[in-house]
Structure formats: structure tokens, C-alpha cells
């Protein structure tokens, strides 16, 4: 199986420390990164048997923990960009970095988005950046839940940093929000994106706010808008950094990194940071717990008998209690 493989690799090396790793980019290391490649493929391919061998395996990852950095913002706004210059300035600091480019308009699985592949390639031959781009894939879910998994792999396989860069405005941002530890959104000045992101209700959602492209107009009034609609109201919560950046002058990135940095120190180090990852952790798990429970619920129901179905259908019983008997007879199986 292949996340056997992975753990294996990954049993070989946890004696080693994290920066003979960086350094020496060691054989172990590279089979490494050639496993997280083939147990994402796995979990593109076959989520639920991936899910069930993730859920039983013990780990032990190769401390300190990864850091997930959530990129998101709308198609254009430079993210890969940014993150190309991202991975730049933590490879120069030594921490290798994984870059899962979510991409729900391509139909490829596995394969790499042009842009990002053309945006990010300086890093192709360095082994201590992982790249890779996930398309998606069914209706139900399997984007998300692949990603989640690609995420938690990269982290159990050591990478210092990983970068998650979604696309959008709505659900995907609130999903991010879920996974990252670091949430970053990026807009451009004067676009009007921040009337838009108003109106989803996402503008509180974000730890960092950059503006990018600042080379191609002021930044300054977005700067204010955001300043004005984003403080919080608790003096003790994080307040969300506020930076105007310039991909393509290469300008802003050095405060970005810094920002990211001062985010986590916050969240390792500040009660109300504890408070925050603790809830991420339990939305993460009742997330897992759902995903595991759905597939043999459903199937241990199979269908809705026809008895309940006509009686919603005559507007007899709502479907609630419907649902209601049908889970009471499912634990009464599982039991
Ligand atoms: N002028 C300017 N163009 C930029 C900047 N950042 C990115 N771009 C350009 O914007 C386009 C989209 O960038 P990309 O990083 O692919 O955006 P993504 O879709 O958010 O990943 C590309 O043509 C980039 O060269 C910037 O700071 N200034
Ligand atoms: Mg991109």
C-alpha cells in the first residue's frame, strides 16, 4: 500500500533532525517527497480507502510542527506569484516547503497548472520544495478532502511550511480558514474586491490581508477600508496584518513572511491563540468524523424506505424526523 510505503520512509528518517535534512537533502529525504507525490496521487484517486488508512496509522512526525499557509483571493490576484517568492525566502532561511495549488476549474488531477508551473519554476529542481497542483475532482467533496489529506501528509513527512493556495470567494475561503494555521487573502488594489467580499461576509475571515499588484495603483485606499472593517473588537485577539505588496518589483514579501511569522508566534504563544487552534482542531475533527461516518451510514440505510418517503411526500412527517428513525436504526446496527 502505498501510505505504508510513506510511513516506512518516514520511520527510516525520524531520527534525523530537521536541518541535516534541509541541508543534506539526504536520499531518505528525497524518497520521501517521491512518497508524498504517490500518496497524493492515492488519495486523488481512492479518498475513502485512503481516509481508512490515514485514520488507523500511527504517526510520528518529525517535530516542530509544519506551519499551513492558506493563500486565497480571486483567479489573477498574484497568489502564485507570491507564493513562488514565498518559497524563495523560507528556502533561503533553510525551511523546506510544500505547495498544494488548488485549482477547481482544472480537469487535470495530478497535473500542473500552467501558470503556477511556469510561476513556480525556479523550485522544480530544488528537492526541498514539493509542488504540486490538485484539479477537481467528483461533486462531492473530493477536492477538499484530498487536499486535507495532501496537507496532513506533508506535514507528518516533515515539511516546515506548507502552502495551500486556493481560488475564490465563499465556501473555498471558509474551508482555508479551516485548514490553514495562517490564513492570507489576496486582492488587488481598486478592483472593488472588498465590496464583494463584504457582501460574501468573509473580510473578518483573514489573519493577513495583502494587496498585491501596488506597483499598478495605490494601495492606500483599500489599506484604510480594510483597516476600518477588519480591527477587532477584543484588544486581546490577533489583529490582522494589512500589506501592500509588489510581486512582479518583488517588493513586500520580506513584511509578508514576517507577518506569517508573528501570526504563528501568536497562535503558539498567546492564550486566545490556543483558544483559536483549538477550535480549528475540533471543526477538523467533527470534519473527519463526518466524512467517516457518511459513506457507511449511507450505505447501511441504503435507501430511503418508500413507507417514510410517502409520508414526507404527503407532508405528513417532516424529513427530519425521517432522518431522526433512520440514524436510530443505523446505531442500533453499528451497536
Ligand atoms: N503588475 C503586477 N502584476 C502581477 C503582480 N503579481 C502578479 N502579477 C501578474 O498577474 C498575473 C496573475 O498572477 P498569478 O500569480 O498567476 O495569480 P493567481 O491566479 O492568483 O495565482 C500574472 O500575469 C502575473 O505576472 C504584481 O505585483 N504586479
Ligand atoms: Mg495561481
Known amino acids: 500500500m502505498i501510505i505504508q510505503r510513506t510511513l516506512d520512509v518516514s520511520q527510516l528518517t525520524k531520527q534525523l533532525t530537521g536541518d541535516s535534512l534541509v541541508e543534506g537533502m539526504s536520499d531518505a529525504w528525497r524518497s520521501r517527497v517521491r512518497a508524498l507525490s504517490r500518496a497524493i496521487t492515492f488519495l486523488e484517486n481512492d479518498p475513502l480507502l485512503a481516509m481508512s488508512v490515514l485514520g488507523n496509522a500511527q504517526f510520528e512526525t518529525i517535530a516542530p510542527p509544519s506551519r499551513v499557509i492558506g493563500l486565497t483571493g480571486l483567479p489573477g490576484s498574484g497568489k502564485s506569484s507570491l507564493t513562488n517568492l514565498m518559497v524563495r525566502s523560507l528556502r533561503k532561511a533553510g525551511k523546506t516547503v510544500a505547495v498544494l495549488a488548488v485549482d477547481p476549474s482544472s480537469p487535470l488531477s495530478g497535473g500542473a497548472v500552467l501558470g503556477d508551473r511556469v510561476r513556480m519554476q525556479e523550485h522544480f529542481r530544488d528537492p526541498g520544495v514539493f509542488i504540486r497542483s490538485m484539479g477537481s475532482r467528483g461533486a462531492l467533496g473530493g477536492v477538499a478532502r484530498s487536499t486535507r489529506g495532501a496537507v496532513r501528509l506533508a506535514g507528518i513527512l516533515g515539511f516546515d511550511a506548507i502552502i495551500v493556495e486556493t481560488v475564490g470567494i465563499g465556501q473555498s475561503e471558509s474551508e482555508i480558514v479551516e485548514l ?32 498585491n499588484k501596488s506597483d499598478l495603483a495605490s494601495p492606500a485606499r483599500m489599506m484604510n477600508e480594510l483597516h476600518e472593517n477588519t480591527a477587532p473588537s477584543d484588544p486581546e485577539a490577533w489583529c490582522p496584518a494589512i500589506l501592500p505588496t509588489s510581486a ?25 491563540g490556543l483558544e483559536v487552534r483549538k477550535q480549528r482542531a475540533i471543526k477538523e475533527i467533527l470534519r473527519a468524523l463526518h466524512n467517516v461516518i457518511e459513506p457507511d451510514f449511507l450505505q447501511a440505510i441504503e435507501k430511503v424506505p418508500a413507507e417514510q418517503l410517502n409520508e414526507v411526500v404527503a407532508g405528513k412527517r417532516p424529513a427530519l424526523a425521517i432522518a431522526y428513525e433512520l440514524a436510530q436504526k443505523f446505531t442500533r446496527k453499528i451497536n
Do not use: F, R, W
Open 180 to 211: 490553514a494555521d495562517t490564513t492570507v487573502l489576496v486582492l488587488m488594489p481598486n478592483s472593488g474586491d472588498e465590496v464583494q467580499l463584504m457582501k460574501a461576509g468573509v473580510l473578518q475571515l483573514a489573519d493577513i490581508y495583502v494587496i
Open 248 to 272: 512582479t518589483n518583488e517588493e513586500g514579501i520580506d513584511k509578508l513572511v514576517a507577518a506569517i511569522q508573528s501570526h504563528a508566534a501568536y497562535e503558539q504563544t498567546h492564550p486566545k
